[in-house]
């Protein structure tokens, strides 16, 4: 019965025709009041919480969830860098991370204290600065973004980087830099 209501609500064919002796009868049948109340009241749960969960990205729960998809794992930190989210950025990389610039030009980031430390900016930017994913290819445990960093003063323009990004066991590992020119 339950279940037949639900489905006759959800398709919009509960159409109410006579209500009679606290009974609704409609195109599918005749309901009792309290039992239309807990079907619908069930049935907005269902919809309401498949709003929220549409609402929030996949990637934004991976790294607590110990995905193990590395696409996953990177988009997690990109949304939770662009979101100035420092804990939610370090969930992403495994505890003995190494993070190298290829360049020579920044020192090799090693380990979770000094990833931190070296992300602690993201607290003191303004909201609007952030880096958009231009293209990202992946394979295996490898992912590689070209990114553009947005939201920096108009002297400084729109920097672009390469990004590669080695996944293992849901985390981060190793993430290379490679110089731009």
Same mark, same amino acid.
């Given at each position: ?6 489905? /006759? ?7 109410? !025709? ?6 609704? %009868? #409609? @195109?599918?049948? +005749?309901?009792?009041? +309290? ?27 991976? /790294?607590? =969830? ?6 996953? %794992? ?5 949304? *939770?860098? =662009? ?6 950025? *370090?969930?992403?990389? @495994?505890?003995?991370? #190494? ?6 030009? $920044?020192? #090799? %980031? #090693?380990?979770?204290? @000094?990833?931190?430390? *070296?992300?602690?900016?993201?607290? !003191?930017?303004?909201?609007?600065? !952030?880096?958009? %994913?231009?293209? $990202?290819? *992946?394979?295996?445990? +490898?992912?590689?973004?070209?990114? !553009? ?11 672009? @980087? ?5 996944? $293992? ?10 110089? =731009?020119?």
């Amino acid at each position: 019965m339950v279940v037949d209501l639900l489905v /006759c609500a959800f398709y919009g064919l509960a159409v109410m !025709r006579h209500v009679s002796h606290g009974r609704i %009868i #409609t @195109a599918c049948g +005749t309901i009792p009041f +309290t039992e239309l109340e807990k079907s619908m009241s069930r049935l907005m749960q269902v919809v309401s919480t498949c709003v929220l969960l549409m609402l929030v990205p996949l990637s934004a729960a991976a /790294c607590g =969830n110990k995905s193990a998809d590395p696409i996953q %794992i990177v988009q997690a930190q990109v949304d *939770a860098y =662009n979101a100035h989210d420092i804990d939610a950025f *370090a969930a992403c990389y @495994a505890d003995n991370v #190494t993070i190298s610039d290829l360049s020579g030009k $920044r020192p #090799t %980031i #090693t380990g979770m204290s @000094a990833l931190k430390k *070296a992300y602690a900016f993201l607290a !003191r930017e303004p909201k609007d600065f !952030r880096v958009a %994913i231009i293209q $990202r290819a *992946a394979s295996g445990p +490898t992912v590689v973004d070209h990114e !553009r960093v947005i939201g920096l003063p108009a002297d400084k323009g729109q920097p672009e @980087a390469i990004a590669v990004y080695e996944v $293992r066991d849901g985390k981060i590992q190793n993430v290379w830099f490679p110089p =731009n020119k």
